[in-house]
DNA sequence: GTCTATAATTAGATAGAC
DNA sequence: GTCTATCTAATTATAGAC
């Protein structure tokens, strides 16, 4: 078979299983953002990163395991975005000092968002009607996520630091606010003739969101990155 | 025309055009919203209405024409929904007077994104990539309304009652912050218990909305309805 | 206008050579 | 591990009887 002297013609490299992995994985994510679970095809998945089709079920179950495996993969990078953004218990904290957390992590996020908008365009394909992805992915990854923004909210609102606005209805202002721009960024060039990803536009965007969300909180507008 | 005799054993009736055209727009905005085009399956769109696949193909063109057709429908209801919100001209208009009606605006935009959550999801799925469908769909009928927000955002910021936010970043925001909760509704109802479509939600979702946005006007918050 | 039947294409998954 | 070939099922669209 293939043994590099093998394919004068061919491009296509045997690589380290890791490597492939990871390949498929990102291409994973950026079709399924685009398309959806039921819109993606695992032949053009492949196509993207020169493997072929069946390599796909070679090195994962199926079209459902590569999509679990590329969520994991995506809510594993979030995780590291935000490791220490927010302190992990909040008894006793300082409100300022956590309100200044908080605009931290927004700021992070938004960047996040930017860096990977698959992220948020996946969550919102898979968010429009109930599906056993849905379900795990919300259990298994938006949870906890969920839950520490809303403790960390509770007290900025009791301090008086926040807008007066429920826990609930602020995590969808905050994250459908922070991450559309990014999710459409096609959109947003096409309508505005500007690039979203810029990070003036991304420092904008997220000192903008911290000075509506967090008002009681002296403007401290700083970069994002 | 349909003579009830003529078919004792299924229940399926012929329909007038009109009927079945709308009952078909209806159908594939669903479909469309909740698998994006390519994942919509036309079988599917025809089934939930009790058609068959071949009478998509009858009454309109093709798969691209009826989604171009149910996108014409749906902002035709949003046109309907927003009729004179905002004064037709901005010049020597009261801002205090603008700002009441630029809240009214969110407050029915966010009552139309409940009601209609087809239209933002269809936004977001077209807007995750560039093509002619999204061309077509900015260019249409997003190009007017987004005109319409950024002469009327300007004169209230000029007034110093909205909130310092550039144009363009508020209206990905204010899209964002309003339909995400709609568009995601099942995500919502699995993560927080609530239903979002409940008019308190919905009211509790626009007065924030209007706070954050309009931080110089008056809180007079109103249910959404 | 509706319905059945079907053509033409494409999908995800598998078998087996190498 | 990779690649070709292929299976089964599902897709959009069309033809023609009624």
């Given amino acids: 078979m293939e043994r590099k002297g093998d394919v004068p013609n061919k491009v296509r490299l045997r690589r380290a299983r890791a490597d492939i992995r990871e390949a498929l994985l990102e291409s994973a994510l950026v079709e399924f953002g685009a398309k959806g679970f039921d819109g993606a095809s695992t032949r053009s998945i492949a196509q993207r990163v020169e493997a072929h089709q069946p390599q796909i079920n070679y090195h994962f179950e199926s079209k459902e395991a590569l999509w679990t ?54 969550m919102v394909h898979e968010g429009t009607a109930n599906s056993a992805r849905l379900e795990w992915m919300t259990e298994t990854h938006v949870r906890p996520f969920f839950d520490g923004i809303m403790a960390a909210w509770h007290v900025l609102r009791v301090a008086g630091i926040a807008a007066p606005i429920d826990g609930g209805i602020l995590y969808y202002v905050l994250i459908g606010a922070a991450s559309l721009p990014y999710v459409n960024a096609p959109e947003v060039r096409l309508l505005t003739g500007r690039n979203p990803r810029d990070s003036e536009w991304m420092s904008a965007h997220a000192n903008a969101l911290v000075a509506i969300l967090l008002p009681g909180l002296p403007r401290t507008d700083r970069p994002v990155g």
Wanted: zero cysteines; proline letters at 4%.
């Fill in 69 to 122: 495996a590329s969520v994991d993969y995506l809510f594993g990078l979030l995780g590291e975005a935000l490791e220490g953004v927010l302190p992990a218990a909040l008894a006793g904290v300082d409100a300022w000092e956590l309100a200044a957390a908080f605009a931290g992590g927004i700021r992070r996020f938004v960047q996040f968002a930017a860096e990977h908008p698959e992220l948020n365009q996946i």
